[in-house]
T-cell receptor
């Protein structure tokens, strides 16, 4: 069945460095993917919509220069956290609809710890 | 934009009792309302969903009701079991059914 895979599942990086998280749709093409962030004991907050072949759409309050999104192909979206700081430590998770208005699949999520 | 409110934030019930979690949404164009169960550090698991052309949907012990006029939808779990203990999130989609806005979540504890 349709699956969304995310990598890495856990990453630790030093403050000031950048880290890239990949989100892949397996068995289906995703022209749109979504990136969420979840702090401990909180809900999933939508960060941005990743669009294949065009710029991502960011939610209010999300810094587009800090959270770079690239939708390089119909099966891959990447989120790069640039100049990471400890407050960026969070659970990042992506999702992709099988097709517009269809079942939405989530990746496994990525734990980012910035030290 | 869409705003989803979820209540209660925590819910404790005795094993075998029913649990009800309620959500309201703001965007009348929303047409897809899923409910997720999430374990710590893992992806949300879809447990049931409903689309705007349906008022109620049931799957064994779990049911969801939708009132489009009032813009609210509810999750009902009957005959609760300890393994139902988890965090539950409601969500509402954009008009295309793709982008989800989540409620704040409900911690459900089922006491045996």
């Amino acid at each position: 069945g349709a699956v969304v895979s995310q990598h890495p599942s856990r990453v630790i990086c030093k403050s000031g460095t950048s880290v890239k998280i990949e989100c892949r749709s397996l068995d289906f093409q995703a022209t749109t993917m979504f990136w969420y962030r979840q702090f401990p004991k909180q809900s999933l907050m939508l960060m941005a919509t990743s669009n294949e072949g065009s710029k991502a759409t960011y939610e209010q309050g999300v810094e587009k220069d800090k959270f770079l999104i690239n939708h390089a192909s119909l099966t891959l979206s990447t989120l790069t956290v640039t100049s990471a700081h400890p407050e960026d430590s969070s659970f990042y998770i992506c999702s992709a609809p099988l097709s517009s208005g269809n079942t939405i699949y989530f990746g496994e999520g990525s734990w980012l710890t910035v030290v | 934009g869409e705003n989803v409110e979820q209540h209660p934030s925590t819910l404790s019930v005795q094993e075998g009792d029913s649990a009800v979690i309620k959500c309201t949404y703001s965007d009348s164009a929303s047409n897809y309302f899923p409910w997720y169960k999430q374990e710590l550090g893992k992806r949300p698991q879809l447990i049931i969903d409903i689309r705007s052309n349906v008022g109620e949907k049931k799957d064994q012990r779990i049911a969801v009701t939708l009132n489009k006029t009032a813009k609210h939808f509810s999750l009902h779990i009957t005959e609760t079991q300890p393994e139902d203990s988890a965090v539950y999130f409601c969500a509402a989609s954009d008009r295309y059914g793709n982008k989800l806005v989540f409620g704040a979540g409900t911690i459900l504890r089922v006491k045996s």
